[in-house]
């Protein structure tokens, strides 16, 4: 490290033309540096030049530390200059922040909302640990996030749960040891309570567990076999109703606090199952041919007061997956791939009044190993979020959002971290983005949520 | 004569002789202005003397010679150099090696632009540490010190206070046939349930149970007769909770002129009053209808309230604004709300009643009052159609004459020229009393965005903050009335928090008062007031 020293050769010709000078000097030094070397410039103030002054590495070092022991002590009141009247500085959100690395003040924030491109207005880490996790998924109201701890080759899993989002760190459902807890579903209708399927490896069984109201888990009793893919539905009269899969057919049972309504009974050969808002409707994955070696389905919508049956996807050879209804529940996305393991997933959209399916996303991340909700619809229904391998940019994968009427693709840009991204969720009570998903910060794949400026 | 050096210039290579006393110093030469180290022994003659700035003689500590005479026996200076010592220059290559004596010769020795940049971030310390001290997040909040410093003690209510008149029909007149109780003597200790029993077999219902009172919740002294959470008994008492996912609103098989009644749930107490009896209500089409049974009369209910609250007809605002500062001014009942804004609309502060009344009907849009006391208070601003759609969800919402209300109704009908049976059915999704004032597209974002941000705060202290600057945001943009709903909202994130709520509560308050009074909102004086009994 050098600096620039200029002398003056005659007193007074210090003060002539010293600027150009400088800025002539510092042009050649650029090309030609040593120490104590001297530059006559032609065209230089009279009498003066240029040295090479060496400044000692301990020196600058010293300086630097202490400009950045200063900044801290400066931030603040800098930060103070852009304060409203009676506006809080310092908020500690209680988790780590990723972006900004502050809390932002309500200037910034006023900036970010009046920005036109979708940006990334907070983004922090809500939980991480040693273990994976997966498939965040927010309640109805928007006030709870459940999601899975999993270890896939110890074959355990366990469901955590946010049962306020300011809680500091999630409950596990369980602290069974043996217990292998995964396909966790919110009632719909009624935000506290939920269903989930567990496997109980002594047992050997796959048996749904019901919460109402936020209470204990309690197993859904008098059942034999493998039951998977719940989904409930609480009524304004106080009936519960709930949709499950049992070795490949689809049941259906409700009850109140008195006792049962109805007594299970099958409704289809299907699984998946998903309820419309008014409990009227049911989206499932129906078992087209019960002879085929693949899984062959189809998407239908089942009416549950008439029974009938309307087939929504009928294109064979290809897997389809989790069905999903949209805000206004006349539309359906699910994902589908043709036959083979490495087949890409696609998302597609299709209308439930009979029009045909419109292909949205391309090369989608699915995760492998647990099925999710399905695609990740924002509140307005006009686009369908999620992850893409098509654009990947080395380990990093930008949020993808994808406009129903038209497929136009929007790409959205996040601190880029996070790796590998998966299992996009959307909280569908908030107007502004409020998006949760997995993403590798290190080794284990932890739950970030981010907000952005706007839909 | 005294011993002379002799200095061959490194730059010109000017040849200068210079007294003794000169050795071991730094000079200029005259002749080019370059800075020599004038060495400690007299130079040898001839071609063996060595440039003083020569790399050799650059890399040796100076040694002063044994021989060489003191500087005081030096009289004069040399001709050849200035008279006094040259000024500090940054330490040219020849001298930057040669070790300082001391840690104030190092500084000497620094350059002038280094001392100078070290001379301003020593400055700037000092004024950011005098910033920090004098200045603070918020300049005008006082802080909570300075709450103390006044003794801690509630002001004094001021004469108005005390006096306030009657308080006339906009909610005495019509909603109760009953004359006022000339004395206190209804006061009676608070019972230890709400007095009315109910059996309701909806889930739904049970939601509504009001939270449990935090430490420190209320205040020494005071009865906790029709305070917010007794209020909040009463209601759930004489009511059922409307189910976000309701599309009707059906008591008994007559169907209320609502659309979309599910939009109503979002208030924080939506609860659809009913008059004793049993009753079917249903909230769907295609569902069962839920059996509600109301043990108790409202109206009776609602009228003890009444006389508790005013003596020879003049509202008792000082009893009403102890239980709004022992809620942190959040209410989740719409009874007390209701009867302040009786007592202003009395005192012809009708801006004032009319956000009262919308603040009761933003916690209940089913408490039929209100909405009787806002149609009057639009009328007198001529807001006739407003008045209008007031009334009928007045009287929508009077569910067999729950309130009593049927007669004041009927005549608010009359003088708005309504026919007075049928209705057109009014969409609640479009409900809105939060305030009057417009909001943009980009204020609903910074609404979502800090609302949403704030759900994982892990402290309920920090959501209060964030909460607190969204109202501070509207403050700023001048719509007080958003800023004071969303500084209660603030308050509700603390009001049932740790002992540290207690501190953020009365900054909260002291920037509602200040919000208040930038307005030229009457209400500024009772957040002054409350700043001193939200205390432990």
Known sequence: MSLLRRFPRTPGARKRGQVQFARRARRVLCTKRGKGDRYNLPGGPAGCYAQIVPVPFSVLFRFV??????????????????????????????????????????????????????????????????????????????????????????????????????????????????????????????????????????????????????????????????????????????????????????????????????????????????????????????????????????IVVRD??????????????????????????????????????????????????????????????????????GPAWEPGGRRIWFFSHAHQREAYYPMVAGEVATGRLAVIDYPNRCTTPADLAINAADPVPEIAFVAHDGLPKDLFIVFLNHY | MAAKIRVTCGDCKAELQLEARWAGKKGKCPNCGHVLLIPQQPAAPGPQQQPAASASAASRPPERAADSPPAAAVRQPPANLPAAAPPPLPAAPATRTIPASSPLDRVRKMPLPWLLGAAGVFVLIVIVLLFQTIGGNSPDVPSEQAVAGRGGEPPPVSADDENEKPAEAMGRGAASPVEPSPQPSVRKPPPTTTGTSREISSGAARSAEPPAPGPGQGLVGMSRQYDDLHCQQ?????????????????????????????????????????????????????????????????????????????????????????????????????????????????????????????????????????????????????????????????????????????EAIFQMRRK?????????????????????????????????????????????????????????????????????????????????????????????????????????FEEAKDYDQMQYLVTP
């Open chain 2, 416 to 520: 708005l020229g309504l026919p007075l049976e049928a209705s057109q059915p009014i969409d609640a999704a479009g409900l809105v009393y939060i305030g009057s004032e417009q909001i943009s597209e980009e204020d609903r974002r910074l609404v979502a965005l800090l609302e949403g941000i704030s759900k994982y705060a892990v402290a309920a202290e920090e959501r209060a903050k964030i909460l607190n600057n969204l109202a501070v945001h509207f403050d700023d943009r001048k719509k007080p009335e958003l800023a004071l709903h969303h500084f209660r909202e603030a308050l509700a994130a603390v009001k049932y928090s740790g002992t540290g709520r207690f501190a953020v509560a009365r900054q909260i308050l002291a920037n509602m008062s200040r919000a208040c009074r930038n307005a030229g």
């Open chain 1, 304 to 373: 549950m007061r008439s029974g009938t049956d309307t087939v929504l996807s009928a294109a064979e050879d290809t897997v389809v997956r989790s069905p999903t209804w949209s805000p206004d529940g006349e539309a359906a996305a699910f994902y589908v791939r043709a036959l083979g393991e490495t087949a890409p997933w696609r998302i597609r959209v299709v209308r439930i009044d009979g029009g045909s399916s419109t292909l949205l996303g391309e090369d989608v991340v699915v995760n492998p190993n647990f099925e999710s909700q």
């Open chain 2, 234 to 406: 009463i209601q759930i008492g004489h009511g059922v909770r409307i189910p976000a996912a309701a599309s009707i609103l059906e008591v008994d098989g007559v169907r209320l002129p609502i659309d979309n009644p599910g939009a109503l749930a979002e208030s924080t107490a939506a609860i659809l009053f009913l008059p004793r009896g049993n009753h079917l209500v249903r909230f769907r089409t295609s569902e069962l209808p839920v059996e509600v049974t109301i043990a108790s009369d409202l109206v009776a209910e609602y009228q003890a309230m009444r006389r508790y609250f005013t003596i020879d007809g003049e509202v008792q605002m000082v009893e009403l604004l102890r239980r709004g500062g022992r809620t942190m001014d959040v209410h989740n009942a719409p009874f007390l709300l209701n009867f302040v804004g009786a007592g202003h609309a009395k005192e012809d502060r009708r801006k004032a009643a009319e956000r009262h009344f919308r603040r009761a009907l933003s916690i209940n849009p089913a408490f039929s009052p209100a909405h009787l006391n806002l149609a009057q208070c639009l009328l007198d601003r001529n807001a006739r159609d407003d008045a209008i759609r007031e009334t009928l969800l007045a009287d929508a919402f009077n569910v067999g004459n729950v309130f009593g209300l049927a």
């Open chain 1, 65 to 298: 530390c202490l400009l950045l022991a200063l900044l801290p002590l400066g931030a603040p009141s800098l930060r103070a200059a852009e304060l409203l009247e009676g506006e809080f500085d310092s908020i500690d959100l209680g988790r780590r922040l990723l972006e900004p690395s502050r809390f932002p003040t309500v200037a910034e924030l006023r900036e970010a909302v009046a920005r036109p491109e979708l940006s990334v207005a907070v983004m922090f880490k809500l939980f991480g640990g040693q273990d994976n996790h997966h498939l965040p998924v927010f309640s109805g109201d928007g006030l709870r996030l459940a999601f899975q701890r999993s270890d896939v080759a110890a074959k355990s899993s366990k469901l955590l749960l946010f049962a306020s989002l300011s809680q500091d760190e999630p409950t596990m459902l369980t602290d069974e040891e043996s217990a292998y807890d995964y396909m966790f579903r919110w009632t719909l209708n009624s935000p506290a309570s939920y269903s989930f399927v567990r496997i109980d490896p002594g047992r050997t069984a796959t048996r749904v567990f019901f919460t109402p109201g936020g209470k204990a888990p309690e197993e859904h009793k008098g059942k034999s076999g493998r039951h998977r893919f719940p989904a409930s539905y609480f009524r304004t009269d106080g009936i519960w109703r709930l949709l499950y899969e049992r070795d490949g057919r689809l049941l259906h049972e409700a009850w109140d606090d008195k006792g049962p309504i109805e007594q299970p009974f099958v409704l289809a050969q299907a699984t998946s199952p998903c309820w419309s808002d008014d409990g009227r409707r049911v989206l499932a994955a129906r078992i087209r041919s019960a002879e085929s070696r693949t899984p062959d389905y189809e």
